[in-house]
């Protein structure tokens, strides 16, 4: 059977609207270093989390009509990341495809379950008892899940269990993400140089 060739899973993508203007970066196969900087803290923070423990290393640079609020400037750094996530994996031969995480944090616990399938989807029962956490609309994180799931094309299925804190439930939601995409961008040495479908391909519709 074949071997996976280590190669580097590398992407970079330039989004520039009349709303924003983003730059991103991955390394699939990084270590979880980042360098973010989107102007809004606690996405920043929440971008951090990702890439740490993904293992994913991440650059993110967003400049966006923070002005008027942050929605443009969530949702389309939803989209650039998907979007690099997306070129970084090509064909997607040789990945695990799927994964799932399921993490506590403090008295919050969420499942994240994934499938890098090119159909996507998001279903989303996350449920917040207030409107903000810090200065950032706590309805604008299923706006970025959202743009994000589009854009790299996963089908994904994000739940919070239970949990009281704002904060523990996004980061939780976040974290898991992580993990989840972690597995599920990983080379499966048993796979050879396979995409992992009975279908033979995981680009376009299926």
């Known amino acids: 059977m074949p071997k996976v060739a280590a190669r580097g899973r590398r992407a970079a993508v330039e989004r520039a609207t009349k709303e924003t203007r983003i730059r991103v970066e991955v390394d699939l196969d990084g270590t979880g270093a980042y360098a973010v900087a989107t102007g809004i803290g606690f996405l920043d923070h929440m971008l951090e989390q990702l890439s740490r423990h993904s293992l994913i290393d991440l650059k993110v640079k967003a400049e966006g009509d923070l002005h008027i609020d942050f929605h443009h400037t969530t949702e389309d750094t939803g989209i650039a990341i998907g979007e690099a996530v997306s070129k970084a994996l090509g064909d997607r031969r040789g990945i695990a495809r799927f994964g799932a995480a399921t993490v506590p944090m403090d008295e919050t616990l969420s499942r994240v379950a994934l499938d890098i399938s090119n159909r996507p989807v998001l279903v989303w029962r996350v449920v917040f008892d207030r409107p903000k956490v810090g200065e950032m609309d706590t309805e604008l994180f299923r706006e970025w899940f959202h743009a994000f799931a589009q854009a790299a094309g996963l089908t994904l299925h994000?739940?919070?269990?239970?949990?009281?804190?704002?904060?523990?439930?996004?980061?939780?939601?976040?974290k898991g993400l992580a993990r989840a995409l972690r597995a599920a961008v990983a080379v499966d040495p048993r796979a050879g140089l396979r995409v992992p479908s009975t279908k033979g391909v995981l680009v376009g519709s299926l």
């Open 158 to 174: 994000v739940e919070t269990f239970y949990g009281t804190n704002n904060h523990h439930i996004v980061e939780s939601c976040f």
